[in-house]
């Protein structure tokens, strides 16, 4: 079992910056790669990025590359989403998500299905 917890959303103009924070506990933070997921209302889940177990890896959806940094702190077992340059459609609640799937050096597919557990979610609001 791991238990997460996310934290850091907000309301931010456009342009602005907010760091996510996801705080796991329970088994071995190492052991599971990490990833982050995004759902507008109306909106079906979508993947936002993921990093590898030992944070060497990481992936990120077209839509947030060069804005967005995925990392972990895994004496912390943490994991971040440093978001920049944010625009009014990145609003939405944001999910972090822990998955066995992947290793040091290989990540998960972006597909929700491969994760096996889930925060509650933070709500990300970016105003025009």
């Known amino acids: 079992q791991v238990q997460l917890v996310e934290s850091g959303g907000g309301l931010v103009q456009a342009g602005g910056s907010l760091r996510l924070s996801c705080a796991a506990s329970?088994?071995?933070?190492?052991?599971?790669?990490m990833g982050w997921f995004r759902q507008a209302p109306g909106k079906e889940r979508e993947f936002v990025a993921t990093i590898s177990q030992n944070g060497v890896r990481t992936d990120y959806a077209d839509s947030v590359k060069g804005r967005f940094t995925i990392s972990r702190d895994n004496a912390k077992s943490t994991v971040y989403l440093q978001m920049d340059s944010l625009k009014p459609e990145d609003t939405a609640v944001y999910y972090c998500?822990?998955?066995?799937?992947?290793?040091?050096?290989?990540?998960?597919?972006?597909?929700?299905?491969?994760?096996?557990?889930w925060g509650q979610g933070t709500q990300v609001t970016v105003s025009s």
């Open positions: 998500a822990a998955s066995y799937t992947g290793g040091d050096f290989v990540v998960p597919p972006a597909v929700w299905s491969v994760y096996d557990y």
């Open positions: 329970g088994r071995s933070f190492s052991s599971v790669a």
